[in-house]
């Protein structure tokens, strides 16, 4: 896909980027705003040729119509549309902030996991669980019919689940309870890049949904609640300690349910760990009105870009 960017420093290009030099009566904040209009990207990626790593020429790229008002027309539209990418990208860093907050938290109540300052007893995951199993190696289609399967690409790095993307599977009566979810259920992403293997999340809709055999599928018993063993999981010293035990596989990395359930971690009393799952519930709520504040600058975005090369702006 097409990307197009203004960088701010001087340097040399290699072969995969098309340096862009804008005469004088052009101003590149304008380009920039036209090309990067999803109609553009896609335009660009049709006339890209190549089997393996499909490449725009320079040719093809100098061929593109453009429409061109005079100069400080191209100026005045480009400070409308920098104002309303700046609101974008404020709010969604308040939204990468609202996600160190729950790690935060989790070092506020709990303490670092390597040094244990407050002088938890340990165990390991196993005893925190009642049962560990993998999911379906049923094939997925796109379109349905079934139940939405949640995959790899479905666990986010900072340990949330992402439903953008789902496939849809047929489970029989008998397989139903063996790989779908109930709300509390602890997701771990067993098989993936050294980098992102153990991305783990908590299923918060009562909706089944059915998961795939990257995926451990963990129902916590009385001591424990799913949050905090996967905030652990999801903090700098657990991924390290991910990292340093995962074993790689055919160019995969790998953790199986019984490697995930011997990792070592604190015990702290339960009625503590429900207190931690109730702060972050309310950052979730948040989350909600952050993410739907982004959708409606997004929106507004796409509306301006769309208007301002059509002369309606």
């Not at 990307?3 to 340096?19: M, R, V």
């Not at 925190?128 to 079934?146: D, I, N, V």
Request: glycine share 6%; hydrophobic share 40%; proline share 6%.
């Amino acid at each position: 896909m097409a990307k197009i960017a203004l960088p701010d420093f001087a340097g040399i290009c290699s072969t995969d980027i098309l340096p862009v030099k804008v005469g004088p009566d052009l101003d590149k904040r304008y380009l920039a705003y036209f090309l990067r209009q999803p109609s553009m990207v896609d335009f660009a990626t049709s006339r890209s040729t190549g089997a393996n790593l499909p490449r725009l020429s320079p040719k093809a790229l100098a061929d593109f119509q453009i429409p061109l008002p005079p100069l400080p027309e191209q100026r005045r539209i480009a400070a409308i549309l920098d104002q309303t990418d700046a609101l974008r990208r404020l709010r969604r860093q308040s939204l990468t902030r609202l996600s160190d907050l729950g790690q935060a938290i989790f070092y506020e109540m709990f303490g670092d996991p390597v040094s244990n300052p407050k002088g938890w007893s340990l165990g390991t995951i196993r005893d925190l669980l009642a049962e560990a199993k993998y999911g379906t190696a049923q094939k997925a289609s796109s379109a349905g019919p079934g139940l939405p399967i949640l995959r790899m690409g479905n666990l986010t790095y900072d340990g949330r689940i992402d439903m953008s993307d789902l496939k849809f599977v047929e489970l029989s009566t008998k397989d139903f309870p063996k790989y779908t979810t109930i709300a509390g259920d602890l997701l771990f992403n067993r098989t993936n890049s050294k980098e992102l293997v153990g991305k783990t999340a908590v299923v918060e809709t009562t909706e089944p949904l059915a998961i795939a055999g990257y995926l451990i599928r963990a129902r916590t018993n009385e001591q424990a609640n799913p949050h905090y063993i996967s905030a652990y999981l999801n903090s700098a010293a657990g991924k390290a300690v991910l990292r340093n035990m995962c074993k790689n596989i055919v160019g995969m990395a790998n953790i199986n349910a019984q490697e995930m359930q011997d990792i070592v971690i604190a015990l702290p009393p339960i009625g503590l760990q429900s207190q931690f799952a109730d702060r972050l519930a309310v950052i979730s709520m948040k989350r909600a009105v952050y993410e739907g504040a982004i959708r409606r600058a997004d929106s507004l975005f796409a509306s301006l870009q769309h208007r301002a090369f059509r002369g309606e702006l």
